[in-house]
């Protein structure tokens, strides 16, 4: 049933932006007490968790380059891309609206996780990063859930790993998001205190779905099709022609 998984593609996002982006906020209202390897781990165990709790529900993209990777790959059907994408973007949207609704009224400066460039990062550079991070992100993520000589059991681990890494590299330069929902949200009401994020936002959208369709199509050249399995539920399998 598609709307089963619709509303898990909306908490896994819903869940990735409120912990992630919460960790953000909870960083800045502490003077730095979480810190970035905190903020890394927040994002990548909250991918993680949410895999292995969604993931046989809808294959837990929670990323619409992720899904736009995907059915470009041709493992994931392109008629419900739209579906999907409106999914990932209202979970973070209403999670960035909870943090807005819960702290609006206090004397914090945040930007609610919004992403903007690091301090000397040109917007080519970050254009750079984000679509490097992006490629690796979106590699492992085809080889757990594409490829059939990678236990499944795995992909909550690998991919959250993973997220955690490119974290841990890119945050100080771009806030490391891969992620076009993730960036979306806290942006729009991080405007209220700064249009940097807004302003850059275009970034934030166009380079993750660039990184994710290299890397897509990368794994599919090197995956004999043999070894291969779908990127998308069990019942949407069969509307997918390679």
Known sequence: MLTRKLVAEFVGTFALVFIG?????ADSITNGKVTPVGISLAFGLTVMTMIYATGHISAAHFNPAVTIGFALA???PWRYVPHYLLAEFSGAIFASFLHWALISGHAFNVNFG???LGDGISVGQGFIVEVVLTFFLMFVIMAVATDKRVPPSVSGLAIGMTVTLCALAGGALTGASMNPARSLAPALFAVMATKAPLQQIWLYLIAPIIGAAIAARI?????P???ARKGAPEDLMEEITI
């Open 21 to 25: 982006c919460g960790s953000v906020i």
């Open 74 to 76: 041709g493992r994931f």
């Open 114 to 116: 919004a992403t903007v």
């Open 219 to 223: 794994y599919e050249f090197l995956r």
């Open 225 to 227: 099709e043999e070894f």
